[in-house]
Every structure is written in structure tokens, then in C-alpha cells.
T-cell receptor, first 113, second 115 residues
């Protein structure tokens, strides 16, 4: 079955450590996105990529980095520069030209202590 | 500024009854898309329904329908015949033309279905 996978489901890190969240899709979608969700809030865009080897900052990119070396993969690194990294992170993908399709992965809940 | 507003933090509905979740939006774009997602306690965002700004008819998907009133900039979700499994957070979102077609989300409405 086609879909988006994110691993791991739960992630725990010590303050000051970088951590990389995985996102893989086999939907052949061109665009991929990373969103952050804080408790009781909607989602906010961190980074997005519309094509391999190209990506752009979203609304809250500070303290995060991404890469897009393959169409299927869009990993997100939460760096030690991110002041409040504890959150729920959701990856999404979208096929260009199919406006109504934007699907999400199951998410990774990151806790930094 | 582009914005989505959901004014109902929480809603209760009796099983088998219909419920309307409110959503208003603000944009100066002529072309945009409106989405509703369901988020159960597991956290996954489940796509429910989509309405394009140029669509003349209201979108429907099974028990979900979208009451689209363009002049009032509202896109309310109607769930008919509520089921216990409908208990979840519901988010209204709008696709914007900049930033790669990102989605802007409202704060969400927590729906609880009573048996």
C-alpha cells in the first residue's frame, strides 16, 4: 500500500543533541512538507520541498534543517539551536497538479529534556 | 493576512445526530482550497474533505459535507449520523498559493460523541 512512513513514533533526547526524524513516501509525490504541532494548536510549516535537491524555509524554520536527496525521502534534523524542540512533528506529501491531495504520515513525538 | 479561525474549542453531540463544526477563513487570493482533517488521539491527520474556491457545489464525502459560503468566507463541516468513532480533533485548513502550496491550519475543534 502507498503511504507515508515516519520513524520512530516516539523519540527522546537530551538537550544539546541534534536529532534526525525520518520521512519516507512511496506515493510518487513531488512535494513534501514538515509541520510542527504543539499541544492544543494547529500545525505550522517548518520546511518544504517541491523537487529533489531543493527546499525552502517555512514559517518556523529556525533551529531546523532538511535535505531532499531522493524523491521519496525528506528527513528533518532538529538541531541544538531549536529553543523549544519538544513537539509533535508531522510529515506530509502532495502531488503537483492534484490540489486536493495532501496526505500526512503518522507523526513523531519528540521529547527533549 | 491569510488565516483560518475555528471558534469552537470543544463540541458535544449525541450519537446518531448531526453536528456542524465552524470554520471561517481570510484570504485575498481568488484561487484557494479548503480542507478538513480529523486527528484522533493517535495523532495521525486523516483527510476528510476538500473544497476548491471555484467549485460551485458543496463537497460531500460519505457522512461528511462541507457547507461552503464564499461570500461569508466560511467552510463549515457537517457530520451526519455521528458515531462514537468520530470523537477526535478536527482541523480546518486552507491551501495558499505561496510557500509551495502549504496548508494554514485553524486551532481545531475537539468533538466528543456521547452514546
Amino acid at each position: 500500500d502507498g503511504g507515508i512512513t515516519q520513524s520512530p513514533k516516539y523519540l527522546f533526547r537530551k538537550e544539546g543533541q541534534n536529532v534526525t526524524l525520518s520521512c519516507e513516501q512511496n506515493l510518487n509525490h513531488d512535494a513534501m512538507y514538515w509541520y510542527r504541532q504543539d499541544p492544543g494548536q494547529g500545525l505550522r510549516l517548518i520546511y518544504y520541498s517541491q523537487i529533489v535537491n531543493d527546499f525552502q524555509k517555512g514559517d518556523i524554520a529556525e533551529g531546523y534543517s532538511v535535505s531532499r536527496e531522493k524523491k521519496e525521502s525528506f528527513p528533518l534534523t532538529v538541531t541544538s539551536a531549536q529553543k523549544n524542540p519538544t513537539a509533535f512533528y508531522l510529515c506530509a506529501s502532495h502531488r503537483q497538479g492534484r490540489t486536493y491531495e495532501q496526505y500526512f504520515g503518522p507523526g513523531t513525538r519528540l521529547t527533549v529534556t | 493576512a491569510q488565516k483560518i479561525t475555528q471558534t469552537q474549542p470543544g463540541m458535544f453531540v449525541q450519537e446518531k445526530e448531526a453536528v456542524t463544526l465552524d470554520c471561517t477563513y481570510d484570504t485575498s487570493d481568488q484561487s484557494y482550497g479548503l480542507f478538513w482533517y480529523k486527528q484522533p488521539s493517535s495523532g495521525e491527520m486523516i483527510f476528510l474533505i476538500y473544497q476548491g474556491s471555484y467549485d460551485e457545489q458543496n463537497a460531500t464525502e460519505g457522512r461528511y459535507s462541507l457547507n461552503f459560503q464564499k461570500a461569508r468566507k466560511s467552510a463549515n463541516l457537517v457530520i451526519s449520523a455521528s458515531q462514537l468513532g468520530d470523537s477526535a480533533m478536527y482541523f480546518c485548513a486552507m491551501r495558499v498559493n505561496n510557500q509551495g502550496g502549504k496548508l494554514i491550519f485553524g486551532q481545531g475543534t475537539e468533538l466528543s460523541v456521547k452514546p
